[in-house]
Structure formats: structure tokens, C-alpha cells
């Protein structure tokens, strides 16, 4: 079976993608022993998922993949964009949504979309995949579920969040799940050759 090398240690990412990938064997970081920080200075998904993927390539010489991922508050002239994960000055996911719901504070336009860009390593040869979903932000909290921004996030047509939303469903619809189907879709064809 091939393997694929997730460029990420983030448990709830990693759950998300090993539901969507079938056929291959998924490693984390963890899995391959690779412990650094990447860094992710550029100002497109693009660069910060090649950055990633380049990274871990060369560690390991196995074929991979690196998303980086994000929302875009149509508000906020697209922030926290591609500084989502670290959008207070540091890795932390409430400070991170509660900073967002202050600037949002009094906005009338609420609306907002995810964006995920996935780099494929395959076989030494580059590849992207994108997905969008477009939703709005809601003023509070709901739901247990996803992380991140996801219990303020509700996607166009539903009125859950992706916090309420069941795994299964937020796959099918989300930003790195329409990045990943498409990838999946392309590993399917590579994988018959």
C-alpha cells in the first residue's frame, strides 16, 4: 500500500482526513519522527502549504501532503486570512475566535468563507487542490465539535455551525474536505495506473 505523509500534528485536522482518504496509508509527523516547527512566514496558502510539504519531502523522501487553511472575514478585508491560526499573536483557538468577534462587533456584514489549499507531493512532482466554503459568523459560541473558529462558523444553506455539524457532514462541505476530495479523486486515478 502507498503511504502519504499528513504535514500536520493537528489531532482534529488529522481525524477530519484520514475519514475522507481511503486506499492509502496515512503517517502523521508523529508516525515519521519528524518533531521541528515549520515555519509559514508567506501571505498565500499556496506558499505556506508548499512550504510545508517541501519541509517534510525532504525529510523523508515519502510522498505528502501539507494544507494550510484558513477564514476570511469579508469584514475584515479577508482576516484573519492566512494568519488564522495564530491571529491574536499566538497558537490559541479561543483567543483567536474571541478576537474575531470583537472586530466583528456591530458589523452588520457578517458573511465569511473558509479557504483550504492542499500541496501534494506525489512521486516528485507538485501538485494543488482548493477548497472554499462560504458561510457567516455568528456573534456566539454553539456547538462541541471541529476547533478553530468552528463553533462561530455557519456554512451557507444550514443553520448549525460547524461545531454542530456531524463529522460526516462537515466533511462533505467544508473548505479542506472539497480540498481533499479533489486530491483523493486524483490519487484514485494515480493509484490505477
Known amino acids: 500500500m502507498e503511504q502519504l505523509v499528513i504535514a500536520s500534528n493537528n489531532a482534529g485536522k488529522i481525524r477530519e482526513i484520514r475519514e475522507l482518504v481511503e486506499g492509502v496509508e496515512l503517517l502523521s509527523l508523529r508516525d515519521i519522527g519528524f518533531t521541528e516547527e515549520i515555519a509559514e512566514p508567506f501571505f498565500t496558502f499556496e506558499e505556506n502549504a508548499l512550504a510545508k510539504a517541501s519541509a517534510i519531502h525532504q525529510f523523508s523522501g515519502r510522498n505528502v501532503f501539507a494544507d494550510d487553511s ?5 469584514a475584515l478585508n479577508g ?32 458573511s465569511a468563507f473558509y479557504k483550504a489549499v492542499i500541496c501534494l507531493i506525489w512521486n516528485n512532482e507538485v501538485y494543488y487542490f482548493e477548497g472554499i466554503c462560504r458561510g457567516r459568523i455568528i456573534s456566539e459560541k454553539r456547538g462541541e465539535g471541529g476547533f478553530g473558529y468552528d ?14 455539524l456531524p463529522l ?14 479533489k486530491m483523493v479523486e486524483f490519487l ?3 493509484l490505477r495506473c
Open 168 to 181: 460526516g457532514i462537515k466533511n462533505q462541505i467544508s473548505h479542506r474536505g472539497k480540498a481533499v476530495m
Open 188 to 190: 484514485k486515478q494515480q
Open 151 to 164: 463553533p462561530v462558523f455557519v456554512p451557507d444553506g444550514f443553520e448549525q455551525t460547524f461545531a454542530e
Open 79 to 110: 482576516k484573519p486570512g492566512v494568519d488564522s491560526a495564530h491571529y491574536c499573536g499566538e497558537r490559541d483557538d479561543e483567543k483567536n475566535l474571541q478576537k474575531v468577534l470583537s472586530e466583528l462587533s456591530g458589523a452588520e456584514d457578517r
Open 70 to 74: 484558513g477564514l476570511c472575514v469579508i
